[in-house]
C-alpha cells in the first residue's frame, strides 16, 4: 500500500503561480512513474504531467505547457508541480498519484494506468 498525499493549493489571481507538493510513502517511491492530474467541477479527471522515476523524463497535456513544470526529489520521496501563468480555466482539484508501470512516460496519461492516488489538492484561480 502506498499512501500519497498533495498540498500546497489555494488561491491565486490569473497569471500568478502555485507550487504543489505530493509525497508517496513506501521504499520504492525512486521506482513509480509519478503523475498530476486534475478534475474541475462537471468535467472528468485529465492528465497534466508525468515524471519518469529517475526525474530524466517529463511529459506534460498541452494545456499547460511551458506553464507547468513537474519534478521529483527520491530522497525526500516527494514530486512537486510548480505552476506559472494561471488562467480561470486552470481551476480545479488537483491530484498526484503513482504507478509502478514501466511504460515511457509520454504514454502514461490516463488514470486507469496510476495505482495509488491521493485525496487532491483545491486550486482556484481568478480573473
Known amino acids: 500500500q502506498v499512501h500519497v498525499a498533495e498540498s500546497g493549493g489555494g488561491l491565486v489571481q490569473a497569471g500568478g503561480s502555485l507550487r504543489l507538493s505530493c509525497t508517496a510513502s513506501g521504499r520504492f517511491f525512486s521506482s513509480y512513474v509519478m503523475g498530476w492530474f486534475r478534475q474541475a467541477p462537471g468535467k472528468e479527471r485529465e492528465f497534466v504531467a508525468t515524471?519518469?522515476?529517475?526525474?530524466?523524463?517529463?511529459y506534460y497535456a498541452d494545456s499547460v505547457k511551458g506553464r507547468f513544470f513537474i519534478s521529483r526529489d527520491n530522497a525526500k520521496n516527494t514530486v512537486s508541480l510548480q505552476m506559472n501563468s494561471l488562467k480561470v480555466e486552470d481551476t480545479a482539484v488537483y491530484y498526484c498519484?503513482?504507478?509502478?508501470?514501466?511504460?515511457?512516460?509520454?504514454?502514461?496519461?490516463?488514470?486507469?494506468?496510476?495505482?495509488?492516488w491521493g485525496q487532491g489538492t483545491q486550486v482556484t484561480v481568478s480573473s
Open positions: 515524471i519518469s522515476p529517475t526525474g530524466g523524463s517529463t
Open positions: 498519484a503513482s504507478s509502478a508501470a514501466g511504460i515511457p512516460v509520454n504514454q502514461m496519461t490516463r488514470t486507469p494506468q496510476y495505482n495509488y
